[in-house]
């Protein structure tokens, strides 16, 4: 049974930091390109952060040096290291894994509010 497993989100002040982390089984993890979204309230799911199966970064402008993705093949998991976090930051953060055939698996995505 293939999952995806969110966690490390919760409530942070205004320039403060959060990791989240993603936990993946039930499919070969090391060929799949991973991904990290994020959606607000009333607002469209965006791409946050991408790591492939080489372990190349790539993070939407928005983001760019305050996260940092990270991946770790040996235990299957995606890392998001998140710092100087601003209140727009806050949205639920999920993970995706991507097969370069196209096949695709959501977690469930895990809360990060940014609020004093």
């Known amino acids: 049974q293939v999952q995806l497993v969110e966690s490390g989100g919760g409530l942070v002040q205004p320039g403060g930091s959060l990791r989240l982390s993603c936990a993946a089984s039930?499919?070969?993890?090391?060929?799949?390109?991973m991904y990290w979204y994020r959606q607000a309230p009333g607002k469209e799911r965006e791409l946050v952060a991408s790591?492939?199966?080489?372990?190349?970064?790539n993070y939407a402008d928005s983001v760019k040096g305050r996260f940092t993705i990270s991946r770790d093949n040996a235990n299957n998991t995606v890392a998001l290291q998140m710092n100087s976090l601003k209140p727009d930051d806050t949205a639920v953060y999920y993970c995706?894994?991507?097969?370069?055939?196209?096949?695709?698996?959501w977690g469930q995505g895990t809360q990060v509010t940014v609020s004093s």
């Open positions: 790591i492939g199966i080489g372990g190349t970064p």
């Open positions: 995706k894994a991507r097969h370069p055939t196209g096949r695709t698996y």
């Open positions: 039930g499919f070969t993890f090391s060929s799949y390109a």
